[in-house]
């Protein structure tokens, strides 16, 4: 009986471990070896469009280690992003808080939003076995959604066993008072 319980435990627990691997890991790899630090990436729908939201403390230049003024660090966000090897995205948003022209004042944020057409334009095409509509279409959210539901329907099991245990006297829970 334990054993079952055990199993479903180790099991829920490595579907929620895979289900919180982020997909923005290699976006944010990339940009901090351009030299951009406290880097976020996160992936969000608006209307029809997925936009890549990113933010980043500050980006330095390699070598002298000096900021950067708000276009470059801006700049070197973007090509980051649209260079890694991620999810296909229709618009980047960047952000950067740290910047040359105002190293001290962190409340004025930098933020600029590329589209697509603008991005390869300016940094070439993205390799297309990442941008294929296959992969696009593909990007539905039901599977995580049918997979949480899984591993909270494994949970309950889980629960239920353990329940049922300790009503039949096979599990004592111990309470201890100070």
Request: with cysteine.
């Given at each position: ?94 952000t950067v808080y740290r910047v040359a022209e105002a190293p001290d ?37 039901a599977p995580w959604v049918l997979l949480f539901g899984a591993a ?27």
């Amino acid at each position: 009986m334990l054993a079952v319980v055990r199993a479903v435990f180790i099991a829920v627990a490595a579907v929620l471990f895979v289900a919180g691997c982020s997909p923005t890991s290699t976006v944010v790899a990339r940009a901090e070896q351009a030299g951009c630090r406290s880097v976020l990436a996160e992936y969000q729908r608006v209307a029809t469009r997925t936009v890549l939201s990113m933010s980043a403390r500050e980006c330095r230049q390699d070598g002298d280690d000096a900021l950067l003024p708000a276009a470059e660090a801006l700049d070197v966000l973007q090509r980051s992003a649209w260079q890694a090897r991620a999810a296909p995205f229709d618009t980047i948003y960047a952000t950067v808080y740290r910047v040359a022209e105002a190293p001290d004042d962190v409340l004025r944020a930098s933020a600029v939003e590329t589209d697509r057409a603008t991005a390869t334009s300016r940094w070439g095409s993205r390799p297309a076995d990442l941008d294929s509509e296959s992969r696009r279409a593909g990007g539905s959210e039901a599977p995580w959604v049918l997979l949480f539901g899984a591993a909270a329907a494994g949970w309950l099991v889980v629960m239920a066993i353990v329940v049922k245990a300790v009503r039949a006297g096979r599990v004592v829970i111990v309470y201890v008072m100070r």
